[in-house]
């Protein structure tokens, strides 16, 4: 099967394990990665790679032409600066969103564990970081 799916947070540990998986059962994914270099020793090269960054809007276009599915593992590793989770997990799902239905995606499947493993109350779960009040 040829790779009408996109992987958006291919590099990640979920994502890997995404991009595993469909090659198991037979995909040939594309990827959007900010560092295509870095994501080929992780992923190897039978991949379609795409150049892009979730905060930067622009160029995610190119990658979702042709895409039936987007899948997104993107999550933010710091509290702070431009990696944080209001510029990823929420401004970069939301540019990944507009991007798709611009581009006619059928299906958007967003994949998240952000702060799973700490105990929060559903306000502080969904909207830390976002800037965004309840």
Avoid at 14 to 22: A, F, K, P
Avoid at 68 to 83: E, F, H, L, M, T
Wanted: hydrophobic share 40%; glycine share 12%.
């Amino acid at each position: 099967m040829d790779g009408n799916i996109l992987v958006a947070g291919a590099t990640g540990r979920t994502g890997r394990l995404i991009v595993e998986g469909l090659r198991q059962l037979g995909f040939k994914p594309n990827v959007i990665v900010r560092d295509v270099e870095k994501a080929k020793k992780l992923l190897g090269d039978d991949i379609l790679y795409y150049q892009g960054d979730v905060r930067e809007f622009d160029s995610l276009l190119e990658p979702m032409t042709g895409v039936d599915v987007v899948i997104s593992a993107i999550g933010s590793r710091s509290p702070v600066g431009k990696n944080c989770p209001k510029h990823v997990d929420y401004e970069g799902v939301s540019n990944l969103v507009r991007a798709a239905r611009m581009k006619g995606v059928s299906r958007f499947i967003l994949i998240s564990s952000n702060r799973c493993h700490q105990q929060q109350t559903p306000n502080e779960l969904f909207w830390t970081g976002v800037g965004m009040e309840v």
